[in-house]
């Protein structure tokens, strides 16, 4: 915390270093709420940008990191309704994905995840992502996200229940493409 307090006081080398500490996780949990490389470092930038400006501000160091991810997450929204406004004018043109390939899952399984994925919104994305993939409490995730502890179960549950369904739908068209081959 004392690196937090010395950003707040302006200290930029001790804010870059909050950088380089969250940087890669802030990374990651925006390229898996916007699933596009380029409007994930957008949206880290935006975040990291703001935390400049607004650190000063920030009452209680302790909860730099709920403050900082509250941050990213509404960045990432406005990425989304800067895309959607955006992409109604612009023919879109395939993107390589992450730099570093993910080795946990396979393409097909990335790709069946990816299908999934569009079928949520932007609100259940990111309550999905702060749990399952950056491992925060239920209690953390309301924060961040600000909402109520319910909202966000409620969020939770109907994110898990769509993308399996959604997963379950895509294996069985794969089956009967397969009887039809």
């Not at 080398?13 to 596009?36: M, P």
């Not at 769509?162 to 081959?181: H, K, P």
Request: proline share 4%.
């Amino acid at each position: 915390m004392r690196l937090v307090e010395r950003a707040r006081e302006g200290d930029d080398v001790a804010f870059t270093d909050l950088v380089d500490l969250d940087g890669d996780r802030c990374y990651a949990i925006a390229y898996r709420i916007l699933r596009d490389v380029e409007r994930a470092q957008d949206a880290v930038q935006q975040a990291f940008l703001l935390a400049w400006r607004e650190l000063p501000r920030l009452r209680d160091p302790e909860r730099f990191d709920v403050w900082l991810h509250r941050l990213l997450v509404n960045a990432c929204y406005e990425e989304l309704r800067r895309y959607r406004r955006w992409s109604t004018r612009i023919r879109s043109l395939p993107v390589d994905g992450p730099g570093t390939p993910d080795t946990t899952l396979s393409v097909e399984d990335r790709d069946t995840l990816d299908r999934a994925f569009v079928r949520l919104t932007p609100e259940h994305r990111s309550v999905f992502v702060l749990h399952h993939h950056a491992g925060l409490p239920l209690a953390e995730i309301a924060d961040v996200v600000g909402v109520p502890v319910g909202t966000v179960k409620s969020r939770l549950h109907y994110a898990t229940r769509t993308l399996r369904a959604a997963i379950v739908a895509d294996s069985q068209v794969d089956t009967v493409e397969a009887r039809l081959a």
